[in-house]
C-alpha cells in the first residue's frame, strides 16, 4: 500500500487532535477536580465554525481556521462568580494549564497551532462545548505555519 502525503497528513493531524484532548484531560486540575470539556472540529462544522467567527467580526481569524486541518476547542465549566472569588479563578487557571498542555503537545510533534479566544467564542455562542469559558484551538500541517505572518 502506498499512502500519498495528503491522506498521511490528515491522520497525523487526528492523531495530534487527540492527544491534545488527551493533554488537556490529564493536565493537572485544583482540587483534582475535573470541569474540562473538549472537542475537535473538522470538515462542515469546521466551515460553520468559521462563519459565525465570520458574523462576529473575526474575519481574519476565521480564514485561519478555513485553512487549518482540524480545532481542537477545550472549555471549562467554572459556575458563577461569587464572594468567595477562588473557585471561579481556580477553574479558568486550570483551563490555562489544559490549553498550555494541549498546545504544547502540538508544538511537540511539529504540527503548528495558535490558541484563539475567537474560536472559543464562536463555539460558546454555538454550544458546540459547554462551558462558561472555551478556547480554540486550530491545528495545521502545511510547508508553511499559517498563523504566522497573518494580515488583518
Do not use: H
Amino acid at each position: 500500500m502506498i499512502m500519498n502525503s495528503t491522506t498521511a497528513e490528515e491522520e497525523a493531524l487526528l492523531t495530534v487532535a487527540k492527544l491534545m484532548i488527551a493533554a488537556a484531560r490529564t493536565a493537572p486540575k485544583t482540587r483534582g477536580e475535573d470541569s474540562i470539556n473538549t472537542g475537535i472540529i473538522t470538515g462542515d462544522d469546521k466551515e460553520k465554525l468559521a462563519k459565525t467567527m465570520d458574523e462576529l467580526g473575526r474575519g481574519r481569524d476565521s480564514g485561519n481556521v478555513r485553512a487549518s486541518g482540524a480545532v481542537v476547542l477545550i472549555g471549562v465549566e467554572c459556575g458563577k462568580p461569587s464572594e468567595e472569588w477562588w473557585p471561579f479563578q481556580a477553574k479558568l487557571i486550570d483551563l490555562g494549564i489544559a490549553l498550555g498542555s494541549a498546545a504544547k503537545v502540538a508544538s511537540d510533534l511539529n504540527v503548528d497551532n495558535r490558541i484563539m479566544r475567537s474560536v472559543g467564542l464562536a463555539a460558546m455562542k454555538m454550544g458546540l462545548v459547554k462551558g462558561e469559558d472555551v478556547e480554540g484551538i486550530p491545528i495545521s500541517i502545511k510547508g508553511k505555519n499559517i498563523y504566522f505572518d497573518r494580515k488583518a
